[in-house]
């Protein structure tokens, strides 16, 4: 066997070609970050699904016993329950003087803000501000995340809200998912959100992956915080290339998005 | 139960220590440093949610280095890497930092990058796995779902069109 069969000659040009490329300097920041935003939401599913099962359980020995399972109004809850994980222990929430300081740990988490919005009460939000006709077929939830399906008069498709806390990077990654041009790579139309001064503080993208059309509507919200509603002509749980459309277009218009990424409701929340 | 300070500590300690070559991974799977640096941070993202698991791993970097190949085959994203400016150095360097260190050549890497990425995707994988991530026909059939008669096919196909497509003149490249 020779060199030209098993490629030796391709190793030594990759090698060649890549040797000198790093890793950008920010991964790790975003990866911790962003890593534990997806661990929280899968520990919150497996809660809630523990919970109501709880709850299922609790409910039939109630009623086996014959008891009333009724509470006085002093005997309801006024705190919030503590988070099940241990992540809001080991960072003591509201006692932090910067963003990001976190108390000396080098990858911080986001601290608490308008972007920890209960899954239900952004549901409960996204029901009230749609349009006439458009309606919500079933959601997912998560801390400052909702995603699921709406029906609309041109047929159904999904639909997803995220709010993202202000980043570590100065800024730099909520201000990148908020404007036109170069950081908007991906898209086939891109229209900038302007305020009250002619600065642009958040866009409306569209897209096409495969067959099926995307619409994105993003704003900068207080202490850079980032709201991000998204819609597309696709129920599959993972629309792409090969995904058959649901509908000629996504349940809301480009315009629509952008009306309602602006509504003050989704950083209206205070933890 | 594991504090979250000590699997960040770990998390991190293999993150510094594996990062660079996952993003030359990235790179040339995706010929594109933008792409390159998305698709590394979501198998990272992946990774780190299901650190517990990956840490038990036999290889923990063989394991990583799967999940990036998956993610690039199951996620990329809508447009091509051919669509994207390759031929541009200066974008070729892209969100990463370089260190010269006076071992690579700029068009060199534009014009690899260029070749690669007239492959099919399937096609850059088997080749990245097999003569960049140095790994057996057996364990890229694995890693790929595919049957080792088709990554020889496959690898042996790509390399005869990568050869083809590096021997062209350098007017298909625009750094010439």
């Known amino acids: ?271 | 139960m594991r504090r979250r300070t000590d699997t960040d500590a770990e998390f991190t300690e293999f993150l510094t220590a594996r990062a660079d070559q996952l993003y030359r991974s990235a790179y040339l799977l995706t010929t594109s440093p933008h792409a390159a640096e998305d698709l590394v941070q979501a198998a990272l993202v992946k990774t780190y949610a299901a650190w517990g698991r990956v840490r038990r791993a036999d290889d923990p970097v063989a394991y990583v280095h799967g999940v990036l190949t998956k993610t690039f085959l199951s996620e990329r994203r809508r447009r091509s890497s051919t669509e994207l400016p390759v031929a541009d150095p200066g974008v070729l360097e892209g969100p990463g930092r370089t260190a010269d260190r006076g071992g690579s050549d700029p068009t060199d890497r534009v014009a690899l990058l260029t070749a690669l990425a007239r492959l099919a995707p399937l096609d850059r994988a088997v080749v990245v796995l097999r003569f960049w991530e140095d790994r057996s026909v057996t364990q890229t059939a694995a890693a790929l779902d595919l049957t080792e008669a088709a990554v020889k096919n496959r690898s042996l196909r790509a390399l005869r069109e990568l050869r083809a497509l590096l021997a062209e003149p350098t007017h298909d490249r625009s750094t010439s």
Not at chain 1, 136 to 163: K, M, N, Q, S
Request: hydrophobic share 30%; proline share 10%.
């Open chain 1, 1 to 271: 066997m020779t060199d030209l069969d098993n490629g030796a000659d391709l190793r030594e040009r990759m090698d060649h070609a890549t040797s000198e490329l790093s890793a950008p300097d920010h991964l790790t920041s975003v990866v911790l970050a962003d890593g534990r935003r997806l661990r929280r939401r899968r520990r919150v599913l497996t809660v809630a699904t523990g919970t109501a099962a709880a709850a299922v359980v609790a409910a039939l020995v109630v009623a086996s016993l014959g008891g009333d399972a009724s509470t006085t109004g002093a005997d309801v809850a006024t705190q919030p329950t503590p988070t099940p994980t241990s992540e809001s222990s080991a960072s003591p929430r509201g006692e932090t003087p910067s963003p990001w300081d976190g108390g000396g740990e080098p990858f911080p988490e986001a601290p608490p803000g308008w972007w920890d919005a209960p899954g239900h009460l952004l549901a409960s939000q996204l029901q009230v501000h749609l349009p006439d006709g458009v309606s919500v077929v079933r959601t997912e939830e998560d801390t400052g995340w909702l995603h699921g399906e709406l029906d609309a008069p041109t047929g159904p498709g999904g639909f997803e809200v995220i709010l993202y806390p202000p980043d570590p990077d100065k800024g730099r990654d909520n201000l990148a998912r908020s404007r036109c041009g170069k950081q908007a790579r991906y898209t086939d139309t891109c229209e900038e959100i302007d305020d009250a001064d002619g600065k642009p503080v958040g866009r409306v993208a569209t897209f096409l992956q495969g067959q099926v059309t995307f619409y994105e509507a993003t704003l900068l919200g207080p202490e850079g915080g980032l709201v991000h509603l998204g819609t597309w002509n696709s129920t599959d749980e993972k629309p792409g290339d090969g995904t058959e459309p649901s509908a000629e277009r996504p349940p809301l218009t480009p315009d629509q998005l952008r009306e309602l990424v602006q509504d003050p409701a989704w950083t209206s929340y205070r933890p």
